[in-house]
């Protein structure tokens, strides 16, 4: 009778309790969704192995933080924007500056300080492509919008495919299948264009040329707009924010394998739980959970997780992720390598790259310090702070090629984001019964908002597959629906 009482009581306590694993962005926000949908005597575990923020990560350059990982945040990404609300955070403007594109013998288009010289430096050598462009990113940003009607309503969507289709239909989810150089050659914008504008953009954001898929060359394009921002103090504030706000309990640990476990109550039904097994400190724990969300990339390389005796069981992902390495120097840049203007006429502060450039860096800008309000501006002693995005390390002799003295460099190589090439095939966000994926989402597109996004998701369909709510899943038509609703 006792053992029955008490036997009751362990399954009840263990079927309240939730994992997730990873506290980047999209694990820190889904134990925050979590907690909303599932009320507060829920238990939620969110397993670390390094550190919380993940690729949110700041770098220190004699006292001072930089980002050194996720950076910038679109004025429209409304998730991020709640957060920093919430956790009464405080936001920086991030864009800023003067822009210039180099293509290896000189600088190809240059920024200035007066907006009508730029629209016309623009439309002289693109005709109207950049307000076309500007067009066409408005327009998928539009409907991409429609994300958060759906989800403030409570509804969920079992696939990344199945999202996108919600959001803009077939011509949505065709961009998966397009590369962006055929969809904007299509659209008739010139190679020139392309070449000298569009390449630059990608290489920046996301290391890799025009062969990316359409939907994250959009994705990318629409940081070229104005009003991007950046959290006051580092973006990784927010995860530590969102897993205080959660009240979920951090393990610091590396989980190893995830098993699927049959419970038998004397009285009930077996009961399918999830053992998660985990290292810390050098030993090997486990615990029971009924429901395990997975909120870092599944591959060898990266999380290295092992599913065991799932029936059937959970499909691989050998997903490549790009390995792109960011480098922070101090020092005085050595401008005649881009230009053959004197010093002190040099003026820009950011210098994209084109494909062909043939230089060892994709990127190179002033950065701020992540506790600074100023834009940057070009210092008077010469001496700024560089940011350098490249595929490879940087060697010294590269450093000393590119500033003409340096006081001091800090690296971070990243597997920073997939590695596209369309046609894109997302992985499940169902890998089991009860066992969900967030970072699939990022066959779509790479951003801490995307990460977000697929946290609430999860944490939705986590909770109505729970309850049995199945009109609130993929539900066709929502856009139409919700017009009409207030
Ligand atoms: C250099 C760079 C620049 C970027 N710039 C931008 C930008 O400007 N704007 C933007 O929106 N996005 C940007 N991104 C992308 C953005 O940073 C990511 O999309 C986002 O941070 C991903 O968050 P996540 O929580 O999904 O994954 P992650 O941040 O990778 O979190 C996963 C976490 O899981 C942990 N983990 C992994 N395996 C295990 C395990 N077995 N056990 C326990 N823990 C584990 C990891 O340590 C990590 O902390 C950039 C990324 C990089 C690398
Ligand atoms: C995308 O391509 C896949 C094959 O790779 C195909 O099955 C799918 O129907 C295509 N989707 C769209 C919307 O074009
Ligand atoms: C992945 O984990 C297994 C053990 O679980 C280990 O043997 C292997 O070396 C790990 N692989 C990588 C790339 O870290
Ligand atoms: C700066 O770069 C130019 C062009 O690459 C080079 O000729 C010059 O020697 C460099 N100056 C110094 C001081 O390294």
């Known amino acids: 009778m006792w053992s029955n009482v008490l036997m009751y009581f362990i399954l009840h306590f263990i079927s309240y309790m939730k994992a997730i694993i990873g506290a980047g962005i999209g694990g820190t926000s889904a134990a925050y969704y979590l907690r909303q949908k599932f009320g507060k005597d829920v238990k939620i575990d969110l397993f670390e192995r390094e550190e919380v923020g993940g690729r949110l990560a700041t770098m220190a350059v004699q006292g001072q933080d930089y980002e050194a990982g996720g950076s910038v945040i679109h004025p429209l990404n409304l998730h991020m924007k709640r957060f920093v609300k919430d ?74 495919e199945k999202l996108l289709h919600s959001l803009g239909g077939n011509d949505f989810l065709g961009m998966l299948n397009r590369t962006l150089l055929e969809t904007l050659q299509k659209a008739g914008f010139s190679e020139k264009f392309l070449n000298e504008m569009i390449s630059p953009v990608m290489r920046v954001n996301y290391g890799q040329s025009t062969d990316i898929n359409a939907f994250v060359g959009a994705v990318s394009l629409s940081s070229a707009e104005s009003g991007l921002w950046a959290v006051e103090g580092g973006n990784k504030l927010v995860c530590s924010g969102l897993l205080q706000a959660s009240k979920s309990n951090l393990i610091p640990g590396s989980v190893m394998y995830i098993e699927e476990k049959t419970r038998t109550k004397r009285t009930g039904n077996p009961t399918k739980m999830y053992e998660v097994v985990y290292q810390a400190a050098s030993e090997t724990h486990s615990d029971f959970y009924d429901i395990v969300l997975v909120a870092t990339p599944l591959n060898r390389k990266m999380s290295n997780i092992t599913f065991l005796n799932f029936d059937p069981p959970v499909e691989e992902f050998h997903q490549y992720y790009q390995h792109i390495v960011t480098t922070l120097v101090k020092g005085e840049l050595n401008t005649s390598i881009f230009s053959t203007r004197p010093i002190n006429k040099f003026g820009l502060t950011t210098v994209l790259t084109t494909d062909s450039s043939d230089l060892f860096i994709n990127s190179i800008g002033i950065v701020a310090p992540v506790r600074g309000k100023d834009n940057p501006v070009p210092s008077t002693d010469g001496t700024n702070v560089w940011k350098i995005f490249s595929q490879e390390t940087l060697t010294k002799a590269q450093i000393l090629k590119l500033f003409l003295s340096y006081d001091y460099a800090v690296k971070k190589a990243w597997l920073a984001y997939p590695h596209y090439k369309p046609p894109e095939k997302c992985p499940s966000i169902i890998l089991h019964d009860r066992l969900y994926y967030l970072n699939g989402i990022e066959c779509a597109a790479s951003a801490m908002e995307m990460s977000a996004i697929a946290a609430h998701n999860a944490a939705l369909l986590a909770y109505h597959r729970w309850n049995g709510h199945t009109d609130m899943i993929d539900q066709d038509g929502l856009y139409e629906k919700l017009k009409t609703e207030l």
């Not at 288009?109 to 439309?123: A, D, G, H, R, T």
């Open 87 to 160: 956790l009464g955070l405080s936001t920086v403007e991030a864009s800023g500056g003067l822009l210039g594109v180099y293509n290896g013998e000189t600088l190809v288009f240059e920024e200035s300080n007066w907006f009508i010289i730029n629209m016309i430096k623009l439309v002289w050598r693109y005709g109207f492509q950049s307000l076309r462009m500007h067009m066409w990113v408005e327009d998928v940003l539009d409907k991409f919008m429609r994300i958060y009607r759906y989800q403030s309503h409570d509804y969920a969507f079992s696939s990344v």
